[in-house]
């Protein structure tokens, strides 16, 4: 029924805070009783005074991050952090994921598991784990590739679901791509489900959706933790039987995770626009979902640009040629509705061919080994999220990953075909042995994903 | 947060370790309201309680009582220190800090290295270990020091040479700064306080090289340039200081800046040098990112734009946000030549604080192979000399000095060239990408 998170590296905590800031107030917005404490029970614990204390772990190896997070939660007056909830250096790791993963992991081993375990002792039941982290920096990739191991080997029956921001294409850290290459590389060995955001994506909709003028880190992870949020809040499923969902990562990575080659997932939202355009707008469901469902398709993550000539190859019969090499091809995908009038929403069904353009289970988006009946998932829920009447968010296995994955290896593999920054990894103690073997498994998922056509 | 030990060695490392000290106190002093002992104070000072005689340090959030540099100041002669010693900084100054003797070293590395090096050996160390056991966590030593010794010494090549083979081979960063950049840059400055014409009457106190709000006085002469050293230094540390939306400790600028262990050269550009008293509009931002390519705010002379940029680091202080720098990064790119397994080889910092008199300000470290000809021409100068043996005696007859140390570090010079000069000849050259890893299907 929990989930207890954790917070890695400056952009974990960055990105956590918002979250948790999003959740908190959306949980208490308006008269829904029975959603809020759902939602308060997933991600706060409430304190004999009433207060609310985040399910949260901060760790960072340099205390500047830690410190902001925890004075704004406290200042908002809605929520905190526990006390004795986090855990910080004063070095940093250097934007080196071998001092994160190497030296600054193993040596704090035992107070970060003890620092998670009294917080999975506070729940009731636990849902399972997540970890919050970029890939680019040193700490949030090094240390969180390393408690991921711990949090796998300590709790080896839960679900872990690990958020990854990935960094924008031109450079915040020289040597990004290779601390993404190392991380993702372990991480698939042992994360359940790999819910990534792109900075540069993210970026885009702050400036093309939102008019944001000056776009600020602030803004991106109010982003992020609003499409966090619509997969996250409560639910209810197929399985779920008229109440909220008590598993939702376990129900989360049975839909969308279930083979081990494929782990990567996108979330699309839809709408995302102003806060005061908000009042003047309508929306129904049917263009939501058309417009989501082009998304899907054409790739793109917000409602702006859409490339409406995509279409997926007609009729039954699908040939490589026929699929254009725009297509995106899902494995599987979950669409999470909130709001108003959610139960006539119609995802399309197989019964349903009068509304093709919303059809979800079309298997033309799919995969031709798995049964489209199997590769959709339709959660719902009568209460708006987060002050929209009606927000759908999408959670996708597909190939939407696959071109900025390839890019991201692509350019680690020709710095490292120069040798360039090597020595800094090395005198921490990785290999280049190391190095190649997070190549060939990162090569192994592409093609993967690759031949989903 | 890290502390850092400043090491002053030699005139001209003390004079503008002065200048640093003066500034960094100003630059805290603007921000630091509360008058409390805060962690970014900690990171140059240490906080001492005068009441307790053994001189014990304080803890971090108490009052300030009396702030102590952390810092070591070396000079085989005592005039400059001693000058230290009379002034306005006289209290941040330990004698157990200071190491002087008194003839100095006669422009001679050999005399400086062999002679006092090994009579003083021990002691440094000494001052060194004190001066990291006051520290929490140290993370970095700054030495402040010249090169070549006077600039019009005819044997400043040979000072030089020496001395770069250390610095290769045991320094994690060198940021060289020339002489005549700075004095280019003062003049710039001061043509322009007074050029009177309207619209560009500049806020005296705001510029690089200005030492105003400081302890001292009077500005004496050299000021003007080692405050720009000053604000290089004090700029470098913001991000390890104060807090950001995107921070950038020390340690991340050696990660990601020296991708070879021996090309740790790099090219520091300031701006901006100075504000204007109008208030102007944001254009003004994106024009602090061009000037920071523009030979102008460059602190040595070199240029990175007809040679292959290996590693650049943007280093931004004040009201600017990730859009701001990606805007300019985009902007900027085109018309920088990169190396080419590292395309976009851009690391960014956004401090929140700006420094004194500035609402923004940006540091750029570019690792660049624009140093080589410098190099080369060092070279040069030393073998015009050195294959004449002209004045070697004078190193020879040094206790401890070999003439092997002389061809050995003109042959580390050369080798370094030599890596700069295989760097340069990919540039313009089409590299193919190395071809990938084929899976098995």
Known sequence: ?????????????????????????????????????????????????????????????????????????????????????????????????????????????????????????????????????????????????????????????????????????????????????????HLYQLSDAILVHENDTVHRICSQLLNIKQISFGDVNSVIAHQLGGILQPALTADSCGVYSRN?????????????????????????????????????????????????????????????????????????TLTGPSFNTSLANLLILRGKDVYSAETGQRTDLRTPNVAFEDPALFTSWLSSEDAVNVWKTPVPFNKYEKCATLVSNSQALLRPLDNMVGKAWNMFASRAYIHQYLKFGISEEDFLDSFTSLEQVISSYNQLR | MTQSVVVQVGQCGNQVGCRFWDLALREHAHINKKGLYDEALGSFFRNVDSRDCDGGASVVGGRIQHLKARAVLVDMEEGVVNEILQGPLREMFDSTQLLTDVSGSGNNWAVGHMTYGSAYREQIVDKLRKASEHCDCLQCFFLIHSLGGEDDVITSPYNSVLAMRELTEHADCVLPVENQSLVDIVNKIKRMSHDGKPGSVIKSESTVISGQGGLSGAEKPFDAMNNIVANLLLNITSSARFEGSLN??????????????????????????????????????????????????????????????????????????????????????????????????????????????????????????????????????????????????????????????????????????????????????????????????
């Open chain 1, 1 to 185: 029924m929990s989930i207890v998170t954790v917070q890695l590296g400056q952009c974990g905590n960055q990105v956590g805070h918002a979250l948790f800031d999003v959740l908190c107030s959306d949980a208490q917005e308006g008269q829904r009783k029975v959603f809020s404490s759902s939602s308060c029970e997933r991600f706060f614990h409430q304190t004999a005074h009433g207060d609310l204390v985040a399910r949260a772990v901060l760790i960072d190896m340099e205390p500047k991050a830690i410190n902001q997070s925890i004075s704004r939660a406290a200042k908002s007056g809605k929520w905190r952090y526990g006390e004795t909830s986090h855990f910080s250096q004063k070095q940093g790791s250097g934007n080196n994921w071998a001092n994160g993963y190497c030296v600054h992991g193993p040596r704090h081993r035992e107070r970060v598991e003890e620092l998670l375990r009294r917080e999975v002792e506070r729940c009731d039941r636990l849902a399972g784990l997540m970890a919050i982290m970029s890939v680019a920096g040193g700490t949030g990739s090094g240390v969180g590739t390393y408690v991921t191991e711990c949090l796998r080997d300590v709790y080896p029956k839960s679900f872990i679901l690990n958020h990854l921001t990935w960094p924008y294409r031109t450079g915040e850290v020289i040597v990004q791509n290779y601390n993404s290459v190392l991380t993702l590389a």
């Open chain 1, 248 to 320: 939702p990562l376990g129900e989360l990575v049975s839909c969308l995770t279930c083979h081990p080659e494929y782990k990567l997932l996108s979330v699309s939202t839809i709408p995302q626009m102003p806060s005061s355009s908000m009042a003047y707008s309508t929306f129904s469901w049917p263009s939501l979902l058309k417009h989501l469902r082009q998304m899907l398709i054409s790739n793109t993550k917000m409602e702006e640009g859409i490339d409406w000539q995509v279409r997926p190859p007609a009729g039954a019969e699908r040939t490589r």
């Open chain 2, 248 to 441: 950038m400790d020390l340690n991340e600028i050696a990660m990601n800046l020296v991708p070879f262990p021996r090309l740790h050269y790099l090219v520091p550009s300031l701006t901006p040098l100075y504000t204007l008293a109008v208030n102007v509009p944001t254009r003004r931002l994106d024009q602090m990112f061009s000037d920071a390519f523009g030979k102008d705010h460059q602190l040595i002379r070199a240029e990175p734009k007809h040679s292959l940029y290996l590693a650049c680091a943007l280093m931004v202080r004040g009201n600017v946000q990730v859009s701001d720098l990606r805007r300019n990064i985009e902007r900027l790119k085109p018309s920088l030549p990169f190396v080419s397994w590292n395309q976009e080889g851009w690391k960014t910092g956004l401090c929140s604080v700006p420094p004194v008199g500035h609402s923004h300000s940006l540091l750029a470290l570019a690792n660049n192979t624009c140093v080589k000809p410098t190099f080369m021409e060092l070279r040069e100068r030393f073998t015009k000399l050195y294959r004449k043996k002209a004045h070697l005696h004078h190193y020879l007859q040094v206790e401890g000095m070999e003439q092997s140390l002389f061809s050995e570090a003109i042959s580390s010079l050369s080798s370094l060239i030599e890596e700069y000069h295989q760097l340069d000849a990919t540039r313009g050259r089409f590299m193919p990408d190395a071809p990938r890893l084929s899976i098995a299907v």
